[in-house]
């Protein structure tokens, strides 16, 4: 199983970006989790994640300006990113969960928001 992130970039304040994870391997014994972010010097933190019953789940910061989405046809989950802002600079990562419990991680996407 692999999860593959794209899309990030060097876009200015007020800029959009549209993140991907396609998965692939034994996908479907994959339940997707999510995006994360990590910044230089500070800890993985949550940006967006599916909840029970097809809800949603954000950081305050980022409510209002990030969507995330899920294609299960194409196996891809999405982040779409609107109105960014220099502190949501970040390597993005997605993940996703083995049916058995194990965390499934992308290799990052690299966000760079200028001011």
């Known amino acids: 199983v692999q999860l593959q992130a794209s899309g990030g970039g060097l876009v200015q304040a007020g800029g959009s970006l549209r993140l991907s994870c396609a998965a692939s391997g034994s996908s479907f014994t994959l339940n997707p989790v999510g995006w994360y972010r990590q910044a230089p010097g500070k800890p993985r933190e949550l940006v967006a994640t599916?909840?029970?019953?097809?809800?949603?789940n954000y950081r305050d910061s980022v409510k209002d300006r990030f969507t995330i989405s899920r294609d299960n046809a194409k196996n891809t989950m999405y982040l779409q990113m609107n109105s960014l802002k220099p502190e949501d600079t970040a390597v993005y990562y997605c993940r996703a969960d083995h049916v058995g419990g194990y965390a499934y991680w992308g290799q990052g996407t690299q966000v760079t928001v200028s001011s």
């Open positions: 599916f909840t029970s019953g097809g809800r949603t």
